[in-house]
């Protein structure tokens, strides 16, 4: 069978557009969410957390999220089949200067990742709320006690995934940089 060829490539000039090739659409934020709270989860792990998701489309979107390089899938020859997804995540999580979490009780609710250079700059790299927290206050407390944390560096920087995210910030006392703008290099095959 003859494979399809794609007519136009994505012309991605943005690292916003990036994120959201990555991160966009509904299910990926809420996998990334459940694989962060552990280092390996099997198939079934999964399922169990996303209760309201179909089998297809959950395999579908690890396939898209292991494509992406975000997430490693690891088979075992075994009867019954056994599948592990230790991810790239979990790794970025545990070597970042600044993680704080959200929960209640065992799940995870809200995620906030800073990476900075010790003195002068701190980077706001992910502000994640499980979509039914989201409108408790949650993002905007994380952000105020990030705030706080580094209140004395000289530049605390954010890039939102989505411009419509820009007033939360605002709010926030965050402002659009006049003449920013917003590189990358993507390594990802």
Request: with cysteine.
């Amino acid at each position: 069978m003859a494979k399809y060829k794609k007519k136009l490539y994505a012309d991605i000039r943005c690292p916003l557009e990036y994120g959201l090739t990555i991160f966009g659409g509904k299910w990926k934020s809420r996998i990334i969410c459940v694989l962060s709270t552990q280092k390996t989860l099997r198939y079934s792990e999964i399922r169990t957390e996303m209760y309201n998701i179909t089998d297809a489309v959950l395999a579908a979107t690890l396939k898209e999220l292991i494509a992406d390089g975000i997430v490693n899938r690891r088979s075992f020859d075994e009867i019954p089949p056994r599948v592990e997804y230790p991810q790239k995540l979990y790794k970025a999580l545990m070597n970042s200067q600044t993680v704080l979490t959200v929960w209640d009780d065992a799940r995870l609710v809200g995620l906030i990742r800073v990476l900075d250079d010790s003195e002068m700059l701190a980077q706001i790299h992910y502000v994640l709320v499980h979509p039914e927290y989201q409108g408790r206050g949650i993002a905007g407390r994380m952000v105020e006690y990030i705030k706080e944390k580094y209140r004395n560096f000289m530049y605390l920087e954010l890039m939102p995934e989505d411009k419509n995210n820009v007033p939360f910030y605002e709010k926030h006392g965050f402002h659009v940089m006049e003449n920013g703008a917003a590189m990358q290099i993507c390594n990802i095959n």
